[in-house]
């Protein structure tokens, strides 16, 4: 066999090896390149206040990712924020939903997370990725309106007067936006704030004068806080610091006042679990046993009566 001849076969021979291999290294290349999947669907439930009645109310196959419930201020629907953790996607690609309280008709009313009802449940305060910043809208999805940009969690107060979130504008801080007036004030004199980071889902005492918020001191330290919205520093009371277990981002105050309610996770029970806070005094969470044990309940509300609460959870 002629040179020429064995170069042009080995040419051949390496050309089809080649080819054979293409779809396999593509492939792989493209599996490589794809989002991670989450495949567990959360599941908003509801129960009674005692324990009782527990039911999966909402879940939903294409938003399988559901945080932040809210019941409205008459209890007859729940918003929530939901995303497509199925297809690749996280919290950045929320959208705010909608439901009844019966967990039906649901409403999907456009990008946006975190939704907090207005006194007359008219409109919602809300956070949102894209563009970066706190918003209101009418409670059907329109009339959009920019609050504070680079703002993040914002929950409206109970009397409808003012709407907290937290700014970063001149240093961590919260601030404090009134909507009939259109003015903000911070909360904490600048220069002088404790902490290095504020979280979200905030949530407001039934007189609308503290709120409760989970909060990273400049040691790297977790607590849970409540502060006196027009006290500012001096109406600081640190509820809870253990820096093994941290406390839930999403709290609810009871719309008696009496106690907040949080999420913290159980050595004994191997999970996070339910517990309950008085603000007024000095003492540890108290685990709160609603008489069956519920597996990583995650962001909590209390229905206006405070007879029912919504909480999501990962389903196995």
């Not at 009674?48 to 939903?60: E, I, P, Q, R, Y």
């Amino acid at each position: 066999m002629s040179s020429a001849i064995r170069k042009s076969c080995s040419f051949l021979f390496t050309l089809f090896i080649l080819c054979a291999a293409l779809p396999r290294l593509v492939g792989a290349e493209a599996k490589k390149e794809q989002p991670k999947k989450n495949t567990r669907h959360h599941v908003l439930w509801m129960m009674d206040a005692d324990g009782g009645n527990l039911k999966a109310l909402f879940t939903s196959p294409k938003y399988t990712s559901l945080g932040s419930p809210a019941f409205s201020p008459d209890g007859s629907k729940i918003a929530m924020d939901g995303w497509e953790s199925q297809n690749g996607k996280n919290g950045r690609d929320a959208h705010i939903l909608v439901i009844d309280a019966d967990g039906t008709n649901m409403r999907d009313l456009g990008n946006g997370a975190m939704p907090s009802w207005s006194a007359d449940g008219k409109r919602f305060a809300f956070s949102c990725y894209s563009p970066y910043g706190v918003w209101m809208m009418n409670a059907d999805g329109t009339a959009r309106e920019e609050i504070q940009k680079g703002g993040w969690g914002a929950q409206w107060s109970p009397n409808g007067q003012m709407i907290v979130f937290s700014t970063y504008l001149t240093g961590p801080n919260l601030m404090i936006y009134d909507p009939q007036e259109e003015t903000y004030r911070y909360i904490f004199p600048e220069g002088e704030v404790l902490f290095s980071r504020f979280y979200w889902n905030s949530c407001w005492s039934p007189d609308s004068k503290s709120i409760c918020i989970k909060a990273m001191t400049k040691q790297n330290k977790m607590q849970l806080i409540t502060v006196d919205v027009d006290r500012g520093l001096k109406g600081i009371k640190v509820q809870y610091s253990d820096g093994k277990k941290h406390p839930a981002e999403d709290n609810s105050w009871h719309p008696g006042g009496k106690f907040i309610l949080t999420t913290i996770f159980s050595p004994q029970d191997d999970t996070k679990q339910f517990y309950w806070i008085d603000p007024t005094q000095k003492q540890k969470p108290h685990p709160w046993k609603p008489g069956q044990k519920i597996e990583w309940p995650r962001d909590v509300c209390w229905s206006p009566d405070g007879k029912r609460l919504v909480f999501t959870t990962p389903e196995d």
